[in-house]
Nanobody, 124 residues
């Protein structure tokens, strides 16, 4: 089974930056779509960003466009989410996931494997 591990979370002040990384086994990042989702306590899981194997196209939630950037390094089997200009509403547990189908990148039900998550907290 594919295993995903997130890292890079932490506590930052409003306006600060964090860089999250997702590492996967099996070199799957060169073959499938990888997405980032987040979930705050008491709220639904929310799509953040994704990067497709088809030309490496990227997708972003409107709430993070211009602030977050997703990228991949296939040689290291990692996907990175650079988060700038962080706001308190960005506080959540962030999960990376792999989609082995060709579903809509923003739909969590289309993803097959999920990481344990990393906590991001932005103080006000």
């Amino acid at each position: 089974q594919v295993q995903l591990v997130e890292s890079g979370g932490g506590l930052v002040e409003t306006g600060g930056s964090l860089r999250l990384s997702c590492a996967a086994s099996g070199g799957i990042f060169s073959r499938y779509t990888v997405g980032w989702f987040r979930q705050a306590p008491g709220k639904e899981r929310e799509f953040v960003a994704a990067i497709s194997w088809i030309g490496g196209r990227t997708y972003y939630a409107s709430s993070v466009k211009g602030r977050f950037t997703i990228s991949r390094d296939n040689a290291k089997n990692t996907v990175t989410l650079q988060m700038n200009s962080l706001k308190p509403e960005d506080t959540a547990v962030y999960h990376c996931a792999v989609d082995m189908s060709i579903g809509v990148p923003s739909e969590p039900a289309n993803y097959d494997y999920w990481g344990q998550g990393t906590q991001v907290t932005v103080s006000s």
